[in-house]
């Protein structure tokens, strides 16, 4: 056998024996197994440390990855994630939600880990998050902050003892999300929930929308207990405005509770002041008068109007989370333009007819005595509430087709 030859086993042998890359580029043949995407805008302090922990996590894992990162920087952050091997893509376009939705484009792994670039999550946990996931456990897994443990400093407490938890509350009580922590941004998932999830949204309220839509589509969510660190870099999150787009998002996602049970209340309550001070009915020795009768009158037209506005959201928007009280259902689902005309024009007609009784009664007075005045706002109120029927009627039956 010639040198050549030997020389040539060897460095076959070579090849062969060479560990396999841990992170692979856009171009390569291997197919990796775990896709980490990262947003950042100017993360040149923290971008490093952080692939350097997704490499740890998959050489503990064993896996092939890929690591993209989206990014709207004006510092070295591309850079140094190109020179750690990530992939680097750049949004056409602005935004946390957006620079998230641009890069799932590009994922190939099986399993997407998604995070920040700044420190604040250590990826390093990735093996124990990926675990109900692989097992076929949990659709989606999430890194509580809230039940491990936040560093000093990592988060302010007007976010963890106020911002957090009520956003938390808020969307566990509208989506049935059942999560302790809704805002962290540390979550892994199959790549086939990207499919599942109608993701829209290019703002912070991405992070929202995720779980809002997991919740509304009872995908399985379990949380794993993690360590929330100090970030590197300048913070880009702005409390109130962001905290607000946060629960905008929310509230105009469910219109049964932002419309339909606020108006539901309103109008039973008016309804039932009116009847009190038509029947002159006394609580405790208190009756009704007329004064009670108009704010009666004024709740239920109120209370009617806002929980057609649920009826109005629910078919113009197609919101995630739809109203199921037997109402709202009933008219989405079965009440025809022809059927809430005819409604409408039964209540106008009865309250029309009571007042045109009243009018006669006091005309027999020679318009001396006036009637009941409590008779006069009921039936004013069906001859409004008639009428707004009528017209919400046609409303619905355009934005419909």
């Not at 660190?229 to 999150?237: F, N, P, S």
């Amino acid at each position: 056998m010639s040198i050549e030859t030997v020389q040539e086993l060897e460095e076959g042998n070579l090849v062969q024996d060479h560990e396999q890359p841990l992170l692979v580029d856009a171009n390569s043949t291997i197919a990796p197994t775990v896709s980490v995407v990262m947003p950042t805008m100017n993360e040149e302090e923290g971008i490093r440390e952080c692939i350097h922990r997704v490499k740890n996590a998959l050489r503990e894992l064993d896996l092939v990855g890929e690591v993209i990162i989206s990014d709207d920087s004006t510092d070295q952050t591309p850079d140094i994630a190109r020179d750690e091997g990530a992939i680097v893509v750049e949004p056409d376009g602005k935004g946390y939600g957006y620079a998230y939705q641009y890069a799932f484009e590009h994922v190939r792994g099986e399993y997407v880990v998604i995070g920040d670039a700044d420190t604040t999550y250590d990826f390093e946990d990735i093996p124990r998050l990926l675990e109900p996931v692989k097992n076929g456990d949990a659709d989606m897994v999430m890194g509580s902050r809230l039940q491990g443990e936040i560093k000093a400093g990592a988060m302010p407490k007007l976010h963890q003892y106020i911002g957090n938890p009520l956003l938390t509350k808020f969307l566990n009580t509208f989506y049935g999300a059942g999560v302790s922590d809704a805002h962290s941004g540390f979550r892994i998932f199959h790549r086939d929930v990207l499919d599942t999830l109608d993701l829209k949204t290019t703002g912070m309220e991405f992070a929202s929308e995720m779980i809002m839509e997991a919740g509304a589509k009872d995908l399985t969510i379990e949380e794993v207990p993690i360590t929330y660190h100090e970030r590197e870099g300048d913070a880009t999150l702005e409390s109130f405005r962001d905290g607000w787009r946060h629960v905008r998002f929310m509230l105009v996602n469910a219109p049964g509770y932002l419309f339909s049970v606020p108006g539901g209340i309103m109008g039973i309550l008016g309804v039932l002041v009116m009847l009190a001070a038509f029947t002159n009915t006394s609580i405790n020795g208190a009756t009704f008068g007329v004064h009670s009768a108009i704010a009666g009158a004024l709740l239920t037209v109120v209370g009617y109007q806002v929980a057609s506005m649920g009826i109005f959201a629910t078919i113009a928007s197609d919101p995630i989370q739809r109203p199921e009280d037997p109402i709202t259902t009933a008219v989405v689902d079965r009440l025809s333009l022809e059927r809430a005309t005819t409604i409408g024009l039964g209540m106008f007609v009865v309250g029309a007819v009571y007042a045109t009784w009243l009018v006669i009664q006091w005309a027999n007075t020679g318009f001396t005595q006036l009637p009941m005045v409590s008779g006069d706002v009921l039936a004013f109120t069906a001859i409004v509430i008639g009428m707004q029927t009528v017209f919400n009627a046609f409303f619905l039956g355009a934005v419909s087709e």
